[in-house]
């Protein structure tokens, strides 16, 4: 690891292939947390390449343990995470509002490394157990429409780095990684970015799987759609901008969709949302999150569509009793 960061110093990059082999070792405990930290500090400095994403990814994938639930008509909604805005848990609501409409969702997700709630600290937190075992994932898709995926059970590399990524407490390289790495490789994914340099970046690597994708980004730095300002929209067909009235009929504040200083918290937000009684921007937000998701697999006329499907959902309590399907299961998988 010494070549390799002198190397970085001298502000040169890694190859596809030794990017690729970096990862590897990572993943096998040849280095010391030390220089792990090191290596993440230097692409906290500078952009990470194309070369580089792409080998990071190759190696995770190769590693990753692969997971069959029967089908790929399965769709994820994740954010990269990092905008530091603390938010409350938007994507995985989204999920499971989704869920409630009856398409099956795959949610690849983790421990929050820059935020005070990821996707597994609020599903932890509401009962959910994490497991690897392929059957009884797929037992959740079929009776509840919806399985979670915890990221460092199927990527031995997450793992090692979690509790570095933790005490560093910043946006790293990795959250750029965890959307392109889901285990069971979905047909339709929804990726928010906080940037539109990442923005970019992912257009070009999901524009080679030759899969359905749309990225979001919030102009004003959140990794979803947020509602407090328009919205960049990116997906194989080309790219748009639109306003928080066409996207959620109205505007947001963003105090309005605060997460709560605590992971107790962010669960009790969720839940209160997921319950149908969140406020009418806590709403607006998560149907806007899943309507975009929905119209991504294009079983819908247009965004509209999409979106009352989205509505139907949560005040029907369909995406409620998606959840409480999910959650009854574990005591007995």
């Known amino acids: 690891m010494k070549k390799i960061l002198q190397f970085l110093f001298e502000y040169k990059t890694l190859t596809r292939s030794k990017a690729y082999e970096v990862m590897i070792n990572m993943a ?3 280095f010391n947390d030390a220089e792990i930290a090191s290596f993440i500090t230097v692409f906290l400095m500078r952009s990470i390449t194309i070369d580089e994403l792409n080998g990071f990814r190759d190696a995770l994938l190769e590693l990753c343990v692969k997971t069959d639930l029967g089908t790929s008509d399965l769709v994820d909604i994740v954010g990269t995470g990092g905008d530091g805005k603390n938010s409350f848990n938007i994507s995985t609501l989204a999920c499971f509002i989704v869920a409630g409409t009856g398409q099956k969702v795959a949610k690849h997700g983790n421990y929050g490394a820059s935020t005070i709630s990821g996707a597994s600290n609020v599903m932890e ?30 990527h031995p590399a997450l793992k090692v780095v979690g509790p570095i990524r933790k005490q560093l407490g910043v946006r790293t390289f990795f959250n750029m990684l965890g959307p392109m790495v889901n285990p069971a490789n ?6 928010g970015v906080y940037n539109l340099e990442m923005a970019r ?27 407090t300002s328009d919205t960049k929209v990116i997906t194989k067909e080309g790219e748009a901008i639109y306003s928080a009235i066409e996207l959620g009929k109205k505007m947001v504040m963003p105090e309005a969709i605060y997460g709560g200083n605590s992971v107790e918290e962010s669960a009790a937000i969720f839940l209160k949302i997921l319950k149908g009684e969140g406020s009418w921007s806590q709403n607006a937000v998560v149907l806007a999150n899943a309507a975009m998701a929905l119209n991504s697999t294009n079983k819908y006329s247009n965004y509209q569509a999409a979106y009352q499907a989205a509505v139907d959902s949560l005040e029907s309590g369909a995406a409620y009793q998606s959840f409480n399907q999910l959650i009854a299961l574990q005591s007995s998988l």
Do not use: W
């Not at 979905?186 to 990726?191: A, E, S, T």
């Open 28 to 30: 096998k405990g040849q």
């Open 125 to 154: 937190e509401l009962g959910y157990r994490f497991k690897q075992d392929g059957s009884l994932l797929k037992r959740e898709i079929d009776e509840a429409n919806i399985c979670f995926m915890h990221a460092p059970l199927f």
């Open 186 to 191: 979905p047909d339709f994914q929804l990726v």
């Open 201 to 227: 970046i992912y257009n070009y690597l999901l524009q080679q799987t030759g899969k359905s994708f749309t990225i979001i980004h919030s102009l004003d730095g959140y990794d979803e759609i947020s509602l």
